[in-house]
C-alpha cells in the first residue's frame, strides 16, 4: 500500500459541512449537497440570483438589480445564502477553515466563467487594516485567489485598500448600508497603478445589498479600470 492511500486508510475523506465519510476530499456529501443550493440556470446578469426561464434568453435582471443600479457590468454567485451555505461562509470568515478554500474557488470559477476574459486581473474586497488584524487574514483574498488559479488569471490580493473603517453591515438598512461604505475604498498605494485599462474581477464571500462590492467597483472605475464584474460566493435573497 502506497503512503497516500495509506494515509486514506486513516483518515478517510469528509464531508466538508457534516462530517460524513465521501469518496474524495474537499467534498460535499449526497446529504449536504442539494442544502447547499448551488445556482444554476438562468441567472441574473448583475447579481447571479436564479431566475426562472431558459438560459439561452441572454442578459436579464432581477427585480432588485432593476430597481437598484449596478456600477459594475456583470455579477455571478456560486449558491444562494442558507443553509449549508451559511456554515461554509461562516467557517471560512470567522474559524479559520482553510480547507474550503479550494472547492470554493471551483464552484466560484464555474459561477463566473461565463463572465471571465483572458487577461483580467482579479482581487478581493479587502478587509480595514484593524479588520485584518484581528481576524489574521481576509477570507475574500483566500477566494480570490482561488479563483484566479482556476481561471488562470492574474491575481492582486492588496488592489484596493480600505481606507477607513467601516465596521459590520450586519442590522442596517439598505440606504445605511450604502451610505456606510461611501468612498470607502481607494487604490493601493504600490498597486492602484495596475488598475487602469484593465478587466478587473472584485471577488466577495457575499453579496446582500451590494453597497460594499458597488463601493469598492467605484474605486476601480475612478482609477481607470475599463470594466469590472463581481463574483461571489453566496448571495443573499432579497425581499420582492
Not at 134 to 154: C, F, K, P, T, V
Not at 173 to 192: E, K, M, T
Request: aromatic residues 6%; contains cysteine.
Amino acid at each position: 500500500m502506497g503512503f497516500q492511500s495509506l494515509v486514506r486508510a486513516i483518515y478517510p475523506p469528509r464531508c466538508l459541512t457534516c462530517d460524513a465519510f465521501t469518496d474524495i476530499d474537499h467534498a460535499l456529501c449526497p446529504a449536504c449537497w442539494p442544502q447547499a443550493h448551488f445556482i444554476h440556470g438562468l441567472v441574473c446578469d448583475a447579481c447571479g440570483v436564479p431566475l426562472p426561464g431558459n438560459p439561452e434568453e441572454g442578459a436579464v435582471l432581477c427585480d432588485d438589480c432593476l430597481r437598484v443600479a449596478r456600477p459594475w457590468a456583470q455579477g455571478r454567485a456560486a449558491m444562494m445564502y442558507g443553509d449549508k451555505a451559511r456554515t461554509i461562509v461562516l467557517g471560512l470568515k470567522y474559524h479559520d477553515r482553510e480547507d474550503l478554500v479550494r472547492p470554493a474557488g471551483r464552484w466560484l470559477h464555474r459561477a463566473a466563467r461565463p463572465m471571465l476574459r483572458p487577461g483580467m486581473l482579479v482581487a478581493p474586497v479587502p478587509l480595514h487594516r484593524l479588520r485584518l488584524l484581528m481576524r489574521r487574514y481576509n477570507q475574500a483574498a483566500w477566494l480570490s485567489s482561488a479563483l484566479a488559479r482556476e481561471a488562470g488569471l492574474e491575481h492582486c490580493p492588496d488592489l484596493l485598500v480600505r481606507a477607513r473603517f467601516t465596521g459590520t453591515q450586519d442590522g442596517r438598512s439598505r440606504h445605511a448600508r450604502f451610505d456606510n461604505v461611501a468612498d470607502a475604498f481607494v487604490p493601493h498605494p504600490r498597486q492602484g497603478r495596475r488598475i487602469a485599462g484593465r478587466d478587473i474581477v472584485l471577488v466577495d464571500d457575499v453579496m446582500t445589498a451590494g453597497a460594499t462590492l458597488a463601493a469598492a467597483t467605484e474605486a476601480c472605475l475612478e482609477a481607470g479600470a475599463a470594466s469590472v464584474r463581481v463574483a461571489v460566493l453566496a448571495r443573499v435573497a432579497q425581499p420582492a
